[in-house]
């Protein structure tokens, strides 16, 4: 089965930086997005930033000049550098890669559990 474990979560103040990386692992024939989503309490869940296999990226407007994101394909691993950091990005990180087991086998969504980020004074 697929796993994604994400790691790099945690309280930091306002300004303050972060970065979250997300390893994937399992029968992995290959992984097309991949990408971080965010759910703050008592709010839907929303995209922060995908980028695809080809380096191809897509950023919520909320971040844009903020959030870096990338990926080490080798290592079906994808990162996001957060900085200049607000309250407002307090929420649960969650990574999402879309991946292929096999050959010829369908893409599919995989989740990982999420990681606590919190900016606060």
């Known amino acids: 089965q697929v796993q994604l474990v994400e790691s790099g979560g945690g309280s930091v103040q306002p300004g303050g930086s972060l970065r979250l990386s997300c390893a994937a692992s399992?029968?992995?024939?290959?992984?097309?997005?991949m990408g971080w989503y965010r759910q703050a309490p008592g709010k839907e869940r929303e995209l922060v930033a995908v980028?695809?296999?080809?380096?191809?990226?897509r950023d919520a407007d909320s971040v844009k000049g903020r959030f870096t994101i990338s990926r080490d394909n080798a290592k079906n691993t994808v990162y996001l550098q957060m900085s200049s950091l607000k309250p407002e990005d307090t929420a649960v990180y969650y990574c999402?890669?879309?991946?292929?087991?096999?050959?010829?086998?369908?893409?599919?969504?995989?989740w990982g559990r999420g990681t606590q980020v919190t900016v606060s004074s």
């Open positions: 999402n890669a879309v991946i292929r087991l096999g050959y010829g086998d369908y893409y599919r969504d995989y």
């Open positions: 399992g029968s992995i024939f290959s992984i097309n997005l």
């Open positions: 980028i695809g296999n080809d380096g191809s990226r």
